[in-house]
């Protein structure tokens, strides 16, 4: 049964059970869409569809064998393992934690990062996971997952990590919950002058630069000069991720 998400351009999912994963591997051997039923007692993959092998380079075989905190360890980027490992999944069990009285079948965790193929290559990976089965005390013990490339990764930029937290309201469409955007803090927080930290911060509250100007006395242009220098200290594209990496700071 095909259920489609009320958010644009997130993977339409499908309930998976290990009794019809089998007949699904002609259709998902050559597609883009890796799909998974991860067992959280044994920290293994239960199922992983044939894709694995032409996508990440290994096996699905091989792929179930393997111990999913070593590969994550040596596949995972690095900067986006800290997050994910630090804060995007405490983000997520905290979540889940002050909803109760929701039914956590119906909620979806979609989020990005990077993974390293066997060949070397990085690839931009969006994982889209639900649960599938709790024990009886409510907690998960199968998780299924759809893991959607997109697009060859670079190993030295700026990547921001993007959770979306949804539920699936009564006629079967995805509410969002809460959005929230990681990124890595490369750059210590030390880097930036008293006065770069003090603009971010009213940045942050929503100021604009002309704002900014007035309340500090000083141009606008020079409130533009110092956004640029902060972009480029924290090698940062816009200042969504500046404000983004001060909140990750502990600066707001």
């Known amino acids: 049964m095909r259920k489609l998400t009320a958010d644009p351009g997130e993977t339409a999912a499908f309930e998976l059970s290990l009794e019809n994963a089998g007949p699904l591997n002609a259709v998902l051997s050559a597609g883009p869409v890796i799909v998974s039923i991860f067992n959280h007692l044994t920290f293994k993959y239960d199922y992983i569809s044939p894709n694995v092998e032409s ?8 792929f179930k064998q393997l111990d999913h905190r070593k590969f994550l360890e040596m596949h995972m980027h690095p900067h986006d ?3 994910v490992a630090l804060k995007l999944m405490p983000d997520i069990v905290g979540y889940i934690c002050e909803h109760k009285g929701k039914d956590v079948l119906k909620f979806s965790f979609h989020y990005n990062y990077r993974i390293k193929t066997a060949s070397g290559k990085w690839l931009k990976i969006d994982q889209q996971s639900s649960a599938l089965k709790l024990d009886n005390k409510g907690k998960i013990i199968l998780e299924q997952s759809f893991y959607a490339q997109a ?5 030295a930029e700026s ?12 006629h079967g469409y ?5 959005s929230r955007t990681y990124l890595h803090n490369k750059v210590k927080a030390g880097s930036l002058t008293p006065r770069e930290i003090e603009i971010l911060v009213m940045l942050a509250n929503g100021n604009t630069s002309s704002e900014i100007a007035e309340a500090l006395h000083i141009s606008e242009t020079t409130i533009m000069t110092h956004r640029r220098n902060m972009l480029h200290k924290l090698k940062l594209k816009n200042t969504n991720e500046l404000v983004a990496w001060a909140f990750h700071a502990g600066l707001l």
């Open 55 to 62: 996508i990440i380079g290994i096996p699905a075989v091989a």
């Open 159 to 170: 990547h921001p990590i993007k959770l979306l937290i949804s539920y699936r309201n009564g």
């Open 174 to 178: 995805y509410e969002t919950c809460l």
């Open 81 to 83: 393992m800290e997050i």
């Open 151 to 155: 697009g060859e990764a670079d190993f």
